[in-house]
């Protein structure tokens, strides 16, 4: 909560100090702090951010690089906040303007489905194959739409469980994420990590993943004979069959998880969640540039800095314990990933 008079002080500071800058910048700057006090005025006690007020903000971030400099009503993540808000709207309003899809399944088809599926215990190939046989046609993914859970087989989670920990040092898994631009664009990245040291060994981004973009990423992430035993990947449609012979013909077991299996893949699916926490969650990602410079610069902080608890607090790349060097040594904070992250070591006073 900011007094109207402490803000007009603030303003006026901010004026004052910005009185050599260049023309364009200055302009700007005016406009926002206009903007601003426009809206402290409309409210009396605390200023109220409207529709207008948000597109205001949102577009100015991305034309004016010292925006934070002069953003004194509400914190910088706030405006995060309102991106991913937008987003949301934009892709909503998007999505109503499109043509409906596939015909829905008629309901005495999705009972026969699930009616196959829990008399027999069959899985979807099993089913698709047996509605054909009747004269039903319909798509393998639309069958597994409708499948039901059905009763958990017995050892094949543990079974499933066990080779990951048997063979834990021999495995990497990769996979894509994707990210909301400011443009509200969909950014796709990649990445691969092992499951050993949890050592991100590969990261790129693309606004158009394919399985030739792919293949090159794999070449680029195990050269010459640094290839894993195992490989864990998913059900994406880009990890094609073209995927998969280069993979067997770089020596490696490609490991298909589960349709709908995400726990299958779990050091990846959990590093996607940490990035997603300590970085993405941030930032405003502007375009692809943007992202592999802010992913690889967090990938280097994870590696080396970043303490891990199944490593017993050590880094994937291996962080050495530093004892203090003297009496009258401090710890410093070394910023990482544009001051989002700190390292701290021991310095001797100078």
């Not at 008399?119 to 319909?138: C, F, M, S, T, Y």
């Not at 926490?277 to 967090?298: C, F, T």
Request: charged share 25%; proline share 6%.
């Amino acid at each position: 909560m900011i007094p109207s008079f402490r803000l007009l002080l603030l303003i006026l500071v901010a004026l004052t100090r910005r009185l050599f800058t260049s023309r364009a910048d200055l302009m700007l700057e005016i406009l926002a702090l206009r903007q601003q006090l426009a809206m402290a005025v409309h409210d009396n006690v605390r200023p109220r951010a409207t529709d207008a007020d948000r597109a205001f903000w949102v577009t100015l971030r991305r034309h004016f690089d010292r925006w934070a400099d002069v953003f004194v009503v509400f914190k910088p993540s706030t405006l995060t906040r309102w991106h991913r808000q937008g987003f949301r709207y934009f892709w909503r309003w998007k999505a109503r303007l499109r043509r409906p899809g596939r015909p829905a399944l008629p309901l005495d088809v999705r009972a026969l489905i699930r009616r196959m599926a829990l008399n027999n215990g069959w899985r979807a190939p099993r089913v698709q194959k047996e509605l054909a046989r009747l004269g039903i046609d319909v798509h393998g993914d639309t069958v597994r739409r409708y499948m039901p859970r059905l009763p958990h087989r017995k050892g094949s989670r543990d079974s499933w469980i066990q080779f990951l920990k048997n063979h834990i040092d021999a495995i990497t898994a990769m996979d894509l994420f994707c990210v909301p631009t400011a443009s509200f664009r969909l950014l796709y990245g990649f990445f691969v990590i092992h499951h050993g040291r949890r050592l991100v060994l590969h990261f790129n981004t693309t606004f158009h993943p394919t399985a030739a973009w792919v293949i090159q990423q794999l070449r680029e992430a195990f050269p010459f004979d640094s290839a894993p035993r195992h490989l864990v990947l998913d059900n994406d449609s880009t990890f094609s069959a073209a995927v998969v012979q280069v993979i067997k013909s770089m020596s490696i077991d490609p490991v298909r998880t589960a349709y709908r299996s995400p726990w299958q893949n779990p050091v990846a699916e959990r590093w996607i969640g940490t990035l997603r926490r300590e970085l993405l969650d941030s930032v405003i990602v502007l375009g692809e540039q943007h992202l592999r410079r802010l992913g690889l610069a967090y990938v280097a902080y994870y590696n080396r800095d970043r303490g891990h608890g199944t490593l017993d607090g050590d880094s994937p790349a291996g962080r050495p314990v530093q004892p203090r060097p003297s009496a009258k040594a401090r710890v410093v904070a070394l910023p990482r990933v544009g001051g989002l992250h700190h390292r701290y070591e021991w310095r001797d006073a100078a």
